[in-house]
T-cell receptor, first 107, second 112 residues
C-alpha cells in the first residue's frame, strides 16, 4: 500500500473559488506532513508544513486529521497562479512523493 | 544564497555515452538526494546521502552512481546511458531540523 494517496484530479475551478484537496496516509505513526507545489516542468517547492495543530498561511489552510488519517489543503479565493500540482509528503528522512493532485484555475 | 543549483539544465546523450550531473547547495545541509521524474509520474529516489562521505541506494539506483564530494556537492553519474534514463533529474537538500526539502531546477536528459 502506498504511504500516501491523493486524487490526481485535475480539479478545474474558476478564479475566486474555494477548493480543497485531501491526502490519505497509511502509517498511523506519521506525525507531520508537508504540502509542496510543483508547476509544470519545474521543481517542487515547499508550500507549508502540517502538524497536528494545522497551519494557515494567507489563502492556504492545511489540517491534519489523525483519527481518519488524512491531511487536507484548502485554498480560498483561487488565483490563476495557483494552477499547479500539489504534493502531500510525510515528514520522513526518506520522503516519498506521489503524483499529487493537479489544480487548474481558469478565468 | 543560491539554494540548490544543478548543471547542466539540458542534455542530449546517445545510448552508451556517459555523463555526470552536478548538484551543489549553499545552505549547509547534511542530507542530499537525487530523484528522477518521468512524465505524469511522481518523483522516484535514486540515491541519497546522509552526510559527507556516505551514500545509500534509493528506489531506482540501477544504472547510476553517486559521489558526495563534500558537504556542498552531490553528483550523479550515468556510466552508460540508456533510453530508459530519459527523464528530468532533480537534486534536493534537506534542512536537518525540520526535514523540509529544497530542490534544484532540474536537468532534462534525453537519451537517443
Amino acid at each position: 500500500r502506498k504511504e500516501v494517496e491523493q486524487d490526481p484530479g485535475p480539479f478545474n475551478v474558476p478564479e475566486g473559488a474555494t477548493v480543497a484537496f485531501n491526502c490519505t496516509y497509511s502509517n498511523s505513526a506519521s506525525q507531520s506532513f508537508f504540502w509542496y507545489r510543483q508547476d509544470c516542468r519545474k521543481e517542487p517547492k515547499l508550500l507549508m508544513s502540517v502538524y497536528s495543530s494545522g497551519n494557515e498561511d494567507g489563502r492556504f489552510t492545511a489540517q491534519l486529521n489523525r483519527a481518519s488519517q488524512y491531511i487536507s489543503l484548502l485554498i480560498r479565493d483561487s488565483k490563476l497562479s495557483d494552477s499547479a500540482t500539489y504534493l502531500c509528503v510525510p515528514r520522513s528522512y526518506i520522503p516519498t512523493f506521489g503524483r499529487g493532485t493537479s489544480l487548474i484555475v481558469h478565468p | 544564497n543560491a539554494g540548490v543549483t544543478q548543471t547542466p539544465k539540458f542534455q542530449v546523450l546517445k545510448t552508451g555515452q556517459s555523463m555526470t550531473l552536478q548538484c551543489a547547495q549553499d545552505m549547509n545541509h547534511n542530507s542530499m538526494y537525487w530523484y528522477r521524474q518521468d512524465p505524469g509520474m511522481g518523483l522516484r529516489l535514486i540515491y541519497y546521502s546522509a552526510s559527507e562521505g556516505t551514500t545509500d541506494k534509493g528506489e531506482v539506483p540501477n544504472g547510476y552512481n553517486v559521489s558526495r564530494l563534500n558537504k556542498r556537492e552531490f553528483s550523479l553519474r550515468l556510466e552508460s546511458a540508456a533510453p530508459s534514463q530519459t527523464s528530468v533529474y532533480f537534486c534536493a537538500s534537506r534542512l536537518d531540523r525540520t526535514y523540509e526539502q529544497y530542490f534544484g531546477p532540474g536537468t532534462r536528459l534525453t537519451v537517443t
